[in-house]
């Protein structure tokens, strides 16, 4: 597959879930302003993401237009628990290289399941997404965001109960439109 379908993919993902179903209420703002930049990383190997991340990080430092990044992995971490392994080792870098509190990551994956809920369990499609990726967001951005959102300690709960009210069949069906 080639870059240029891997990010029409994730961005029409975006549309289509995320700001279609209010997943993240702040999405269309940044979508709208085009300060979501979409990097595609081809590789498998856990030292290059990681690499690459920090170049990303770098490229953000350099570029304030920048809201947010999607780091997409089509080929790499497609096994859950190797992603999970990835998502944690790219927490610790994000600390050893002084980034934590200027950007955070949001972990998002074809087979995301939260540790203790069903594996059927819709809520889960809450961070399912057309392949494995980091979205990086700028820490200063979001505190200004949430300053202004009511109650936002509510979004994972809402967004939780509005996916098992979609039900698995249709979160299914959106997911699957967004990976042709």
């Known amino acids: 597959m080639s870059t240029n379908s891997v990010v029409l993919n994730t961005q029409r993902w975006v549309h289509e879930f995320i ?3 209010n997943i993240c209420p702040f999405a269309k703002k940044e979508v709208d302003k085009g300060s979501i930049h979409y990097e595609v990383y081809d590789g498998r190997q856990m030292e290059d993401a990681l690499c690459y991340l920090m170049d990303l990080c770098r490229k953000l430092d350099e570029d304030n237009a920048i809201e947010a990044a999607m780091f997409i992995m089509p080929n790499g971490f ?13 927490n610790e870098l994000l600390a050893e290289q002084e980034y934590e509190g200027v950007y955070q990551l949001a972990s998002f994956h074809p087979d995301y399941c939260f540790e203790g809920v069903d594996e059927a369990d819709a809520s889960h499609y809450t961070n399912r997404s057309p392949y494995p990726m980091l979205h990086i967001i700028r820490e200063e951005g979001l505190e200004k965001v949430l300053e202004r959102y009511p109650n936002p300690e509510a979004i994972p709960e809402r967004n939780i109960t509005y996916c098992q009210e979609l039900g698995v069949d249709t979160l299914k069906g959106i997911l699957k439109d967004c990976r042709e």
């Open 78 to 90: 497609t096994v859950f628990d190797e992603y999970l392994d990835l998502l944690d080792v790219a």
């Open 19 to 21: 700001i279609a179903h």
